[in-house]
């Protein structure tokens, strides 16, 4: 499907330029609003919940959305300020016809975007963001009066999602003695993330839970985690978790400040499922480190990739039946606890599986040795094809013939920005820097 506004997680911008202002995204909740009446099949109105993040564009953004529900006959919930994991559980949970989240995730305030979800939670398939974006091309209209969506608000709502996450941890298990540090990155998780950790039994010191519109992800959350790593420190404390503003993402940090990425704490994860019970196999991007595909492999775990974006590791879970799978980023997918990636979710995860093993994050992955990775990248013109580059290509196979099984190139175009980007994993960092640029420098030529 060629997409004119949706990425691959909704349609995100610069708020103020299209399609992030209030009368295109009035248009965009009037056309899913007229794709959704199409294919309800139950008897009534439409019923869509919307919920955001912290940004002060939030506010613009749902009442133009409102509006568009609205005037194509769509009633509507509001939750306020939740994470995206939570609208997508409570559109399951309370079987409504739809969730939309207003949010750029780990992006600055002045960013915002709006994604959806699917009747069970999901992320909507190509076929539906297809008929919303050909309903965008017609003038938007109004039902009459008397069919006119209402809106109401969803009184609870964090109540509710502190609940379900708390379901998925142990019922055998609690974090008793357990000192952690929460940064909520002034996003969606501020009311939220601290709340589950403490009714499990754990003193939690908590930063990053003072919102103001302008501060989301700014210098604090998964994207900058600085900030968790000294407060680890200076507590004392046994652990860190970082969300990021929509709290989907998750890094944490052990006792001495160190940070662990999502595929080291994807390494936890499999272990702990390997000794409790069978796991086929798990699912990474292009971007995965080898050193994770390697090990899993030594333990009798299957590995494949999918492209980058949690969305697809999700559609290459469901192809294969399994389970689990995630980004590097911190995106994780449990899909036995939940339909999408889900940062206080993931924390629990790895939290339960320390519990039962008596280890800590130092010691979960002390056999696992992360490849260093090289990334360069190249400023190319508009619309650059490297395969037809006869030098460039020819110099990445020369490097790959020199790694053999010992490290990995990989060549992505941006899907952004014109720009190609080279990356280079081999088990020595100078050897990943030198070959990168080795091949970089043959497209600067």
């Known amino acids: 499907m060629t997409r004119k506004y949706f990425g691959t997680d909704g349609v995100r911008g610069r708020v103020g330029v299209k399609p992030i202002t209030p009368d295109f995204v009035m248009r965009l909740g009037y056309a899913a609003g007229k794709v959704l009446a199409q294919g309800e099949a139950s008897a009534g109105k439409p019923v869509v919940l919307i919920g955001k993040d912290t940004r002060i564009s939030g506010y613009m953004l749902e009442a133009s959305l409102e509006a568009g529900f609205a005037a194509a006959g769509v009633d509507v919930m509001l939750a306020g300020p939740m994470p995206t994991p939570a609208i997508a559980y409570l559109t399951r949970a309370l079987r409504l016809s739809a969730g ?89 998780a501020y009311h939220i993330a601290p709340d589950v950790f403490h009714e499990l039994g754990a003193e939690v010191i908590t930063i990053g839970n003072r919102p103001d519109g302008l501060n989301i992800n700014a210098g604090v959350g998964a994207t900058a985690p600085a900030a968790l790593c000294e407060a680890v420190k200076e507590h004392s404390a046994d652990l860190g978790i970082a969300l990021d503003g929509d709290a989907d993402r998750l890094l944490m940090v052990d006792s001495a400040g160190r940070p662990y990425n999502g595929d080291e704490l994807l390494y936890v994860m499999a272990r702990d499922r390997m000794a409790n019970g069978p796991i086929e196999g798990v ?67 790895v939290l339960s599986a320390l519990k039962r093993s008596g280890k800590t994050l130092a010691e979960a992955t002390s056999d696992l040795k992360l490849y260093p990775q090289s990334l360069i990248n190249v400023k190319v013109p508009p619309g650059f094809d490297w395969q037809k580059n006869c030098a460039f290509v020819s110099e990445k196979e020369c490097v790959e013939a020199e790694l053999g099984n010992e490290g990995r190139v990989l060549i992505r175009a941006s899907g952004t920005e014109p720009l190609i980007r080279v990356m280079v994993e081999a088990k020595e960092a100078g050897m990943a820097q030198n070959m990168a640029r080795r091949i970089a420098d043959k497209l600067a030529a």
């Open 100 to 188: 939309v989240v207003i949010s750029a995730s780990h992006n600055p305030y002045d960013d915002n975007g709006i994604k959806f979800f699917s009747a069970s939670g999901n992320k909507l398939p190509d076929a539906v963001e297809a008929a919303i974006e050909a309903a965008l091309e017609a003038p938007i209209d109004c039902v009459p009066s008397e069919k006119i969506g209402k809106a109401k608000r969803l009184f609870d709502a964090q109540g509710r999602y502190i609940e379900f996450c708390k379901s998925t941890f142990p019922n055998e298990l609690d974090l008793r003695g357990l000192k952690i540090v929460v940064d909520c990155a002034h996003g969606a």
């Open 283 to 349: 699912v990474g991007t292009l971007m995965t480190n080898m050193a994770l595909e390697v090990a899993l492999k030594e333990m009798g775990i299957g590995f494949a990739r999918a492209k980058v974006g949690d969305r697809y590791v999700l559609e290459v879970l469901q192809e294969r039946g399994w389970l689990v799978g995630g980004e590097g980023s911190g995106h994780l997918l449990f899909l036995d606890k939940h339909t999408t990636g889900d940062g206080i979710v993931s924390a629990l995860q």
